[in-house]
């Protein structure tokens, strides 16, 4: 990939125009579109946000109607075609915010042509499309990138600052938890619900958040969960699933991780996004609760819906500065922001013939290098193969990663069968 390096010019691309698009990407590109992107390896690197893909343009065409003199000027693509038009138009960078089931051929595409990408979370749904992605990155010579922004909450850096500096002395066990209220699932995400699960979309917050803070190798995957209330008890689409994650550590110890979600609690609950960890150590305790880290907030007629009873200010939040300025900050949009950061050093940030030991470089990142997301992916696609033998009517199937048989393996409770679902070791 070559970019005009005097021009100092990043053009976004963005597949997807729904609710994500609307919390975390759209204000920081209205941001950027105001004070471009300054760092002191590139200078200040201008970010304009040019083309858009979704499957009617509708959003997009409110979006740019109403914002005008906040966003530049951007083209939209829509219908079947459009993320191969956006990825093909004349974009730097695309960043990828479709339902999880798409979000591979967004990706494929982008890659394809030799654009950067910045993927939401889960990157994709198995290791067989996670190595296509890796390679083809690794061949085009750019970033691919998943979008963690988990990992940027203040309390989960403070989490991994003390188990880095052995404050707190190897992990245990685990439990998180994250409920969501039935409009989750039967507004912002009806679309795609079907067939798919509060698991994969929530979970994997959870799983990157340990897999990268306490590290180990996963050797063990097992799930249930629950259906009925937004599909027919008979479907493939889950309302809620448990999720056990089971990690080696090189002192041969293990640990175990509980993982819960759910799209159905009542629309009225207080917490609006009840979300909740706790991990034990050989010498402590670590306990988060989202409700009760924050603000409560009650305005009558107003909240919980429209307005938020527990806020997550940290996450984002729009607020009138105390020079006047109206602004939205939070870790939602630092992790975004990151990227474009690392795309801009790779380009921008030092002579043409140093780039490549500049991308090597970024690669190396962990917490969010498409490379480094093989145990995520590997819990995600262990548990959506369990899930679907749970709804053919076997329940309690487990998955062993690296085993004999192969990198993942699943073990279902149907006779002696077992299914090799990635061959490799993970």
Not at 171 to 189: H, T
Not at 239 to 266: K, N
């Amino acid at each position: 990939m070559t970019l005009k390096k005097r021009e100092r010019i990043l053009r976004a691309g963005m597949a997807g125009m729904g609710m994500i698009f609307d919390e975390t990407y759209r204000p920081l590109f209205e941001e950027l579109h105001r004070t471009g992107l300054f760092t002191p390896q590139t200078g200040l690197v201008q970010v304009p946000l040019v083309a858009t893909a979704s499957r009617t343009g509708r959003r997009a065409k409110r979006y740019l109607e109403h914002a005008k003199g906040r966003i530049h000027p951007f083209e939209i693509f829509a219908g079947p075609n459009a993320v191969e038009e956006l990825a093909a138009s004349n974009v730097d960078f695309v960043c990828v915010a479709t339902p999880d089931d798409r979000h591979f051929e967004a990706a494929l595409a982008a890659l394809k042509h030799g654009k950067h990408v910045l993927i939401e979370k889960p990157s994709v749904l198995s290791l067989q499309e996670l190595d296509q992605l890796v390679r083809l990155a690794t061949e085009r010579g750019v970033l691919a990138r998943v979008v963690y922004h988990k990992l940027f909450d203040p309390d989960h850096k403070k989490l991994r600052t003390l188990v880095t500096d052995g404050v707190l002395r190897h992990v245990n066990n685990g439990y998180c938890s994250l409920l969501e209220p039935k409009r989750i699932a039967l507004q912002q995400f009806a679309e795609w619900i079907e067939g798919r699960n509060p698991g994969t979309y929530v979970a994997v917050h959870y799983i990157k958040l340990i897999d990268f803070t306490f590290g180990g190798r996963l050797v063990r995957v097992s799930a249930t969960g629950q259906r009925g209330l937004v599909s027919d008890p008979d479907s493939s689409t889950w309302d809620s699933v448990q999720l056990r994650l089971e990690y080696r550590y090189p002192d041969g110890r293990e640990a175990a991780f509980d993982i819960h979600t759910s799209w159905v609690t009542p629309d009225n609950f207080p917490g609006y996004v009840e979300q909740e960890v706790q991990f034990r150590f050989d010498n402590g305790v670590w306990n988060a609760h989202q409700r009760k880290r924050g603000v409560e907030l009650t305005v009558e007629g107003r909240t919980p819906h429209e307005l938020k009873v527990h806020l997550n200010d940290h996450y984002n939040s729009e607020a009138l500065e105390p020079w006047g300025e109206r602004t939205v900050r939070g870790y939602g949009l630092e992790a975004i922001r990151r990227f474009i950061e690392e795309v801009a050093y790779v380009e921008f940030g030092g002579p043409e013939e140093e780039r490549d030991a500049r991308l090597a470089q970024m690669r190396t990142l962990s917490y969010s290098d498409l490379s480094a997301d093989r145990q995520v992916v590997a819990a995600v696609q262990a548990m959506e193969a369990i899930l679907r033998y749970h709804a053919r009517g076997h329940p309690g199937s487990v998955v062993h990663v690296n085993c004999p048989d192969g990198g993942l393996v699943l073990h279902t409770t149907v006779g002696n069968h077992r299914e090799v679902l990635y061959e490799p070791e993970v």
